[in-house]
């Protein structure tokens, strides 16, 4: 497996945010964390690659323990797009080149500017190439710190909300990239999510939190409409639409 995560502990000061947290990943497949606010997911993406220091527990990144993990190396294996982005004056093409520094000694080569040319290509940004990245609209940026992390050449992408502030349109072409990178690259991906019905539909595992602890990790199959009110404290139905599932939320106070 690519990621071994075991019995995580962190807390902010002295309020606990994760507790025993525990799961796996394989190569290829798009995991969602999904929770309420606070329920940790941010938290998690940022223990997963060292943003946070974890107070128990370990993280494994291809069996090694990412706390002997160089920087550089970590960046080698892991690519984090944060929530905020699109605010730099640097060109896309520029951008995107800075996701090869963790494997560039002196200067970028051939090989790191063909990468790069790939990743545009891959991400439908040629045509942006050259303009300003903070001159995007927010469909456009995503996709640029998308490709940034791609170009690290990583197995894993972790993004942190990628698809808050974005229209239906960009919500959908953002995930049917990710999801064309993860099948052509062979990377995996874990992603925070809100919209649960973009996740049924993208996602191949799920990660429930609540209150800091592992609800529920499974597969599709698994995530009921019991699974999600217990986490939501929101009564759903579940459908199947022109093949999507898709989750309708109940009105409880009716």
């Known amino acids: 497996m690519i990621l071994s995560v075991s019995d995580v502990h962190f807390s902010y000061n002295s309020r606990p945010v994760l507790d025993d947290v525990t799961f796996h990943l394989e190569k290829g497949h798009i995991l969602c964390i999904l929770g309420v606010n606070g329920a940790g997911k941010s938290t998690l993406l940022k223990c997963l690659n060292r943003i946070l220091k974890i107070q128990r527990g370990v993280v494994f990144l291809n069996g090694e323990d990412i706390r002997c993990l ?21 060109t896309v093409y520029d951008a995107v080149l800075l996701g090869r520094k963790p494997h560039i000694r002196w200067a970028a080569g051939r090989r790191d500017m063909e990468i790069v040319e790939d990743i545009l290509r891959l991400m439908q940004l040629e045509a942006f190439a050259l303009r300003p990245v903070n001159q995007l609209s927010g469909g456009e940026a995503q996709k640029v710190m998308i490709a940034r992390a791609l170009a690290q050449e990583p ?23 990710l999801g064309q990178a993860v099948r052509q690259r062979g990377l995996s991906a874990i992603l925070s999510v809100h919209d649960l019905n973009l996740a049924l539909r993208f996602a191949d595992l799920f990660l429930l939190l609540k209150n800091g602890r592992v609800h529920t990790f499974a597969g599709r199959e698994a995530i009921s409409p019991e699974v999600i009110e217990d986490v939501y404290g ?3 139905i579940l459908q199947e639409v022109q093949g999507y599932p898709v989750m309708v939320a109940l009105d409880q106070f009716s």
């Not at 909300?161 to 049917?176: A, F, G, I, Y």
């Open 234 to 236: 929101v009564p759903v």
């Open 155 to 177: 197995e894993i992408l972790l993004l942190d909300e990628p698809l808050s502030n974005l229209d239906l349109k960009n919500q959908l072409e953002v995930m049917r990239l």
């Open 70 to 90: 160089r920087g550089d190396e970590i960046a080698r294996g892991i690519g984090y797009v944060p929530q905020r982005y699109g605010d730099e004056p640097l």
